[in-house]
């Protein structure tokens, strides 16, 4: 596709469920990254993606969050036993780096998700 | 700690009204500053890199410098379609090849 495409666009869940979260990237891009934007926050790095690897899982904020990505594509972000603060808009970026470089990164419109 | 520093966190202009938006950072090693603008209900939307002190870039109204302890994002007489939430954020050399970002600054420029 022309952009990175996101998918659902809104998830409304209840505490305890677990969630799974859709990224497609810009076709090219091998690298892939996710961010969560909280109410009043800034955006918050998660997960780095090089290929099919992570090697930066760094931003992961407890082990109920993983993520993996196939063929070099497609990620999904998994949340599980979900808790209310994990309310947040999770955004995916996608970019053609290599490591040490700088490209800029390009966002799709992100997942609403919201923790009842 | 890498960090980013967006002020003011609100900015309500008139149209034609000229101003800057600025980004502060501490950063271990700057590999690039990158500035974003995003719409309500939408992603942020790629705008510029600056890569080292001096440097600067335009785009239609929107011009962003670059010192070594600063950004500037100078907006020449802005119209009601600029109005949205202008992000900054940095690329440190220590930190991988995440962005670390501000928390932005939400321009309304009303005609």
């Known amino acids: 596709g022309a952009g990175v495409s996101q998918s659902p666009s809104n998830k409304v869940t209840e505490k305890g469920k677990d969630v799974e979260l859709r990224c497609d990237p810009i076709s090219g891009h091998t690298a892939l990254y996710w961010y969560r934007q909280s109410l009043g926050q800034g955006l918050e790095f998660l997960i780095y993606?090089?290929?099919?690897?992570?090697?930066?899982k760094s931003g992961l904020p407890s082990d109920r969050f993983s993520a993996e990505r196939t063929g070099g594509s497609v990620s999904t972000l998994t949340i599980q036993r979900t808790q209310q603060e994990d309310s947040a808009v999770y955004l995916c970026a996608s970019s053609p780096q290599w490591a040490g470089s700088n490209q800029p990164q390009h966002f799709g419109d992100g997942t609403r998700l919201s923790i009842l | 700690e890498d960090q980013v520093t967006q002020s003011p966190e609100a900015l309500r202009l008139q149209e034609g009204e000229s101003s800057s938006l600025n980004c502060s950072y501490t950063v271990s090693g700057l590999r690039g500053l990158f500035w974003y603008r995003q719409d309500p209900g939408k992603g942020p939307e790629f705008l510029f890199t600056l890569y080292s002190a001096g440097e600067e870039k335009e785009k239609e109204r929107l011009k962003a410098t670059l010192t070594k302890k600063e950004s500037f994002l100078h907006i020449t007489a802005p119209k009601p379609e600029d109005s949205a939430t202008y992000l900054c954020a940095v690329q440190a050399a220590q930190a991988g090849t995440a962005l670390i970002f501000g928390k932005g600054t939400t321009l309304s420029v009303s005609s």
């Open positions: 993606f090089q290929g099919n690897s992570a090697p930066d």
